[in-house]
């Protein structure tokens, strides 16, 4: 068992079921799958894999990360939920992290963040942009100008997977950062979330 302190990290905010579990600076197990459906039983479950794998327990866990959007409104609802159970269950802390920071990390300069929002859609985030220092939602055709590359969807891929970028950052913040993590829409869902069955709690 790993003697650095322990962040189980995840992501449910797009088409897929994402988690990484960090070590001090190390990256011990990391998976992502592909799904557009099924994630809030799917979640959990990989996460306890992950942590066999290695010989860990939920008990040993430092902190919880969580991305916390935006993407798909559902897929966000389970991951913050099941974060902050797990985090109240287990007397640790937990921390969002948003999509924009997590496809920013390793990145040095001026950058532009894109998540897919479909419909021909993107969410964008400038960093070291000051004109698009605040998220918001705009035409993937239209973007307004912005200083260096475009990261993420429609742009090139990120240094670090997003699952593993989110443990980084919740691992550099979880002793500063006592809220609670919430979810960051950027536009009214689609259709009413669908009934999911609540997480299962490890363990």
Known sequence: MPDAPLVLAFDTSAAHCAAALLSGDHILASAQEEMAKGQAERL?????ELLAAQGCSVGALSAIGVGVGPGNFTGIRISVSAARGLALGLGIPAVGVSLFEALRLGMDGP????????????????FENPALAEPALYPAEALPPFEGPLIGARGQAPVHPVAEAIARLAAQRYATTPERPAPLYLKPADAAPARDPGPLILT
């Open 111 to 126: 950058c532009a963040c894109a998540v897919d929002a479909r419909r021909d859609q993107l969410y964008l985030q400038g």
């Open 44 to 48: 959990l479950v990989l996460c306890q």
